[in-house]
């Protein structure tokens, strides 16, 4: 007998909706695929967020599922940060250029 059948929920479609993205803007331009990367990491921490607020109110909500949620939302605004700094970076490094 399989766990998902006793507990009423199956884990798979938790991964799923964790990890689900929109598709790429057709645009394939770097403000398009910077702004679904923005949209991405916005989803993430409202997916999150959406767990969290269930398990605080009391709803029947896997607590494994929910930490692991949380801690993708972490990773992909971390990365985001990290790919902001590069850019800013970037961008001072080409303003400090001599001409």
Same mark, same amino acid.
């Given at each position: 007998?399989?766990?998902d059948g006793?507990?009423?929920y199956d884990p798979s479609?938790?991964?799923?909706a964790? &990890?689900?993205t929109k598709?790429p803007?057709?645009g /394939? /331009?770097?403000?398009d695929?910077?702004?679904?990367a923005i949209? /991405?990491?916005?989803d993430a921490?409202?997916?999150?967020?959406?767990r969290?607020?269930?398990?605080?109110g009391g709803d029947?909500?896997d607590?494994? /599922?929910?930490?692991i949620?949380?801690?993708?939302?972490h990773i992909?605004?971390r990365t985001?940060v &990290?790919?902001?700094?590069?850019?800013?970076?970037?961008?001072?490094?080409?303003?400090?250029?001599?001409i």
């Amino acid at each position: 007998m399989r766990i998902d059948g006793i507990l009423g929920y199956d884990p798979s479609s938790l991964v799923k909706a964790a &990890t689900e993205t929109k598709k790429p803007s057709d645009g /394939g /331009g770097f403000a398009d695929k910077l702004n679904d990367a923005i949209e /991405g990491v916005s989803d993430a921490q409202n997916y999150a967020d959406e767990r969290l607020s269930a398990l605080a109110g009391g709803d029947d909500v896997d607590l494994h /599922g929910t930490m692991i949620a949380m801690e993708e939302a972490h990773i992909t605004l971390r990365t985001m940060v &990290t790919a902001r700094d590069k850019v800013v970076e970037a961008y001072q490094q080409v303003m400090n250029m001599q001409i």
